[in-house]
């Protein structure tokens, strides 16, 4: 039984994260599907995910080789940890630690409080950056248009083999949107002509490049689309989230600030990305209200997760985003936000919140900047009316951080770049980046010969790391790496050191663990070849061994490629306090009735 609940949300290789409930469901419908003995298998097919390669300690893109569903146990485990992840599991769903120089896959149900799991540092995900999905998700009922073109006439009349109303019917339209865009050249739905391209057999990028403008039913006011991400868009879109709305009762997108320099770089943006000139409101001394109007523009925006009519709760990144930015325009997403909603004291920059989804987005996108962070959730009272809420707070500490944070986030407000400038000459605190790796560096030590008395003066580190009086940060053990063990022959002591310390790893303490009755019916998991893990909720899990139980029935011999030392091992040990299993037995039935 090792499977995850099923909101956990898994990290695809084009950026998506997936509910990894919502993704087994899916497969279950369309994939070749066997029936286990508490649940079922679906097939697996291209659909790639994250995961971690154990050799070389780097994320790479690996195929699902298999999606399972399973009976929920009695009971599952509720694990934290210190940066405020958190995942819910079956008590035997495996976790990975670092033990004795290696990454050692341990069970849930035996990890303890201060026991340092691996997690993601950075996720590099190459992308298309153009919102080709937006050809599918602006539907019929938001009342998009495209104005009429004689090039779209044309097209159209290669289409007609017998009569309009049999083309109609081919291509699922109403007869009337052909005949207006024939007869009276009226603007045509904007999901009704896509369906006529489609027919056509035009691709993406052709299809893009017939509609640059959509406008409303009835109004000749045309609307850039925007149909590729950018700078541009990507900083603006973080301006609307940190302070905008899209008021249910109005066709209004609205933003306020208080900064003269943030309200002129959002006007600029709108300008050049929609082609409006929005009206500018000091509805109050130092506070600005920007305002336009637009149906389509409204309705766009809404697929990227400013959902029209939505509360402060409701505002998210939706894949439509997360899959088509790359780390600039990551970036300048939370140049906006940041800029809006964002927090720079004297030793963090935070963020706070009311939005769980939004919350974890931005977590995500840290993550795949390789910026380290610490969150959890806050109540934050009103000063004006009492009211309390729980909202996400995200903070960011520590020097490398703080670079890292400043490459990709250009912050407009003046005050909070001068803020984070100053920030950069805080002493960092290497304490929760640490690594458990001080008889590995005794090991290099011996092997160079290098001695430590010798050089504690000018390596101080190298004595505390020697005598254990802490343990490694990264940084330190690159620092040892660059200035005194470079000028040495590598063994293979050192080579497995620079590997450790270059990973794409960051090894999270945790800090609860939680025995929780079930509220699940299911619970899922994924099978990946090879590496055998994945990301969901920001942490490597161990998947299904449903594969390795296939293999052995089929009789593969090698341990190694079922992922055990020796054969003995296949067989449940018992654990720590546990008993261990006399014997195992898996059986597989084949019918070929259907």
């Known amino acids: 039984g090792k499977c995850l609940v099923g909101s956990s949300l ?18 279950l419908k369309t994939n070749l599907v066997k029936k286990i003995d508490d649940g079922f298998v679906a097939e697996g097919d291209d659909t790639q995910i994250i995961s971690l390669n154990l050799n070389n300690m780097k994320n790479e893109a690996k195929e699902i080789k298999a999606y399972v569903k ?9 694990i934290k940890t210190r940066s405020g992840r958190e995942i819910t599991s079956t008590e ?12 050692r896959a341990v069970k849930a149900d035996e990890l303890k409080i201060g026991v340092k799991i691996a997690v993601p540092r950075q996720i590099d995900i190459g992308k298309n950056n153009y919102f080709y999905e937006l050809i599918d998700l602006i539907k019929k009922e938001d009342n998009i248009y495209i104005s009429y073109d004689e090039k779209f006439s044309i097209i159209l009349r290669k289409l007609k083999k017998t009569t309009w109303k049999n083309l109609a019917g ?8 052909i005949r207006c865009l024939l007869d009276s050249k009226q603007a045509i739905n904007f999901a009704y002509f896509i369906k006529i391209l489609k027919y056509s ?50 066709n209004q997108i609205w933003f306020t600030n208080g900064d003269e320099e943030i309200v002129g770089d959002y006007v600029r943006l709108v300008k050049h990305l929609f082609n409006v000139n929005p009206t500018i409101n000091e509805y109050k001394a130092g506070c600005w209200d920007v305002l336009f109007y637009s149906v389509p523009i409204r309705q766009i925006l809404d697929k990227f997760g400013m959902h029209v009519g939505g509360k402060t709760e409701n505002k998210e990144l939706t894949n439509l985003f997360l899959k088509n930015s790359s780390d600039i325009e990551l970036g300048e997403f939370l140049s906006g936000l940041y800029s809006g909603d964002g927090y720079v004291g004297k030793s963090s920059i935070d963020i706070i919140t009311k939005s769980r989804k939004l919350g974890f987005n931005i977590e995500n996108i840290l993550v795949r900047l390789g910026i380290l962070f610490s969150s959890r959730y806050k109540i934050k009272i009103a000063t004006n009316n009492g009211f309390s809420g729980i909202y996400r707070e995200i903070s960011i500490y520590g020097v490398e951080n703080f ?17 984070l400038d100053s920030l950069l000459g805080v002493k960092s605190n290497p304490n929760l980046d640490v690594i458990d790796v001080n008889n590995l560096i005794i090991k290099v030590i011996k092997d160079l010969g290098i001695s430590v008395k010798s050089n504690k003066k000018k390596y101080p580190r190298l004595d505390a790391y020697f005598y254990k009086q802490c343990l490694p940060s990264r940084s330190g053990i690159n620092y040892l790496i660059d200035n005194l063990f470079s000028n040495s022959n590598e063994s293979d002591n050192l080579l497995l050191l620079k590997q450790i310390a270059n990973s794409d790893i960051y090894w999270d303490e945790i800090i609860e663990v939680e025995k929780i009755k079930s509220k699940e019916n299911w619970v899922y998991d994924l099978c990946i070849e090879d590496n055998h893990n994945f990301i969901a909720n920001n ?35 018992g654990g720590k306090k546990g008993e261990p299993a006399k014997e195992a037995e898996v059986s597989i039935l084949f019918d070929n009735s259907n």
């Not at 399973?70 to 599952?76: D, F, G, I, M, N």
């Not at 291509?171 to 949107?177: K, R």
């Open 403 to 419: 670079l890292k944070f400043k490459k990709y986030v250009n912050l407009v407000h003046n005050s909070k770049r001068e803020r």
């Open 170 to 177: 081919e291509i699922g339209i109403p007869l009337d949107s």
């Open 539 to 573: 942490i490597f899990v161990h998947n299904s061994n449903i594969t390795d139980a296939i293999c052995f029935v089929l009789g593969r011999l090698s341990a190694k490629s079922l992922r055990a030392d020796k054969s003995a091992n296949l067989i449940y040990n």
């Open 201 to 250: 057999g035009l691709s993406n990028e052709e299809i893009i490049k017939l509609i640059p403008y959509v406008k409303s039913k009835g109004i000749e006011r045309k609307y850039n689309i925007p149909w590729r991400n950018s700078r541009e868009f990507s900083r603006f879109f973080g301006y609307l989230i940190a302070e905008g709305r899209l008021p249910e009762s109005s």
């Open 10 to 27: 898994v990290q695809l290789d084009n950026g998506s994260l997936v509910e990894i409930g919502k993704l087994v469901e899916d497969k």
């Open 70 to 78: 399973r009976e929920s146990p009695e009971h599952l485990l509720r």
């Open 92 to 103: 035997y769903h495996p976790l990975f630690v670092f033990e004795e120089n290696r990454i």
